[in-house]
T-cell receptor, first 114, second 115 residues
Framework: AQSVAQPEDQVNVAEGNPLTVKCTYS??????LFWYVQYPNRGLQFLLK??????LVKGSYGFEAEFNKSQTSFHLKKPSALVSDSALYFC????????????FGKGTTLSVSS | SAVISQKPSRDICQRGTSLTIQCQVD?????MFWYRQQPGQSLTLIAT?????????ESGFVIDKFPISRPNLTFSTLTVSNMSPEDSSIYLC????????????FGSGTQLSVL
C-alpha cells in the first residue's frame, strides 16, 4: 500500500530565509509525486510534480522539490520565503502500477514571519 | 486545465438527513474522485467515480453511506446519507485526465456542517 509522511505539523521561518517542508513516501512501484498548497477558505492548488527525468523539479511561485529515490523523499524547498507563502502544504503520491488516485500526507502548516 | 464547479459550497444540515453534492467539469475527464477533509486533517480518498458503473470505494467507506453517481464524463454526485455530526467535513471533487498531464484538479469544496 502506498503512503506519505510529512513529519512536521508546522514549519516556521523568517521572511527571506530558505524553507524546507519534508515529505517521505512509500510505494511498491515507481511513484508520481506532487505538492499542493491550500490557502485558507480556498481549494487545493497544484505546485509541482515529479514523474520522471531530472530529480530537481521546479514549480509555481518559486518552489522546487528534489526527488531522492534512495531516501524515498520529495522535500519542498524555496530559497527565499515570503509572508504570502504561509499556507497548508500537502505532499501526495500516486503509485503508477496501483492506480491513479492520489494519497495525501497529513499536511504541514508553513508560517513565514516578517 | 480543468474548471470544476462544485455545489453547494457550504451547507448546514440536520442529523439524519441526506445531502447531495454535485461536481461539474468543463471538459471530459477520464477519472473523477471524491475526497473528504475533516477539520484540521488531511485529505482522505472516499471513492473513485466510474462512468457508467458502480464507484470504487476505499476502506472505511461504503456505498450505502456515500452513494456516488457518474452518468457521463463531465458530471458526478456524492450523497452523504443519514448524516451525523461526525460527517461534518469538507468534501472535494477531483479530476484527472491524460490530457492534464497526470495532475489532479480540485473543486473548491463543499463545507458541510451537521447539527
Amino acid at each position: 500500500a502506498q503512503s506519505v509522511a510529512q513529519p512536521e505539523d508546522q514549519v516556521n521561518v523568517a521572511e527571506g530565509n530558505p524553507l524546507t517542508v519534508k515529505c517521505t513516501y512509500s510505494v511498491s512501484g515507481n511513484p508520481y509525486l506532487f505538492w499542493y498548497v491550500q490557502y485558507p477558505n480556498r481549494g487545493l492548488q497544484f505546485l509541482l510534480k515529479y514523474i520522471t527525468g531530472d530529480n530537481l523539479v521546479k514549480g509555481s511561485y518559486g518552489f522546487e522539490a528534489e526527488f531522492n529515490k534512495s531516501q524515498t523523499s520529495f522535500h519542498l524547498k524555496k530559497p527565499s520565503a515570503l509572508v504570502s507563502d504561509s499556507a497548508l502544504y500537502f505532499c501526495a503520491v500516486r503509485d503508477i502500477q496501483a492506480g491513479t488516485a492520489l494519497i495525501f500526507g497529513k499536511g504541514t502548516t508553513l508560517s513565514v514571519s516578517s | 486545465s480543468a474548471v470544476i464547479s462544485q455545489k453547494p459550497s457550504r451547507d448546514i444540515c440536520q442529523r439524519g438527513t441526506s445531502l447531495t453534492i454535485q461536481c461539474q467539469v468543463d471538459s471530459q475527464v477520464t477519472m473523477m474522485f471524491w475526497y473528504r477533509q475533516q477539520p484540521g486533517q488531511s485529505l482522505t480518498l472516499i471513492a473513485t467515480a466510474n462512468q457508467g458503473s458502480e464507484a470504487t470505494y476505499e476502506s472505511g467507506f461504503v456505498i450505502d453511506k456515500f452513494p456516488i453517481s457518474r452518468p457521463n464524463l463531465t458530471f458526478s454526485t456524492l450523497t452523504v446519507s443519514n448524516m451525523s455530526p461526525e460527517d461534518s467535513s469538507i468534501y472535494l471533487c477531483s479530476v484527472a485526465s491524460r490530457d492534464f498531464n497526470e495532475k489532479l484538479f480540485f473543486g473548491s469544496g463543499t463545507q458541510l456542517s451537521v447539527l
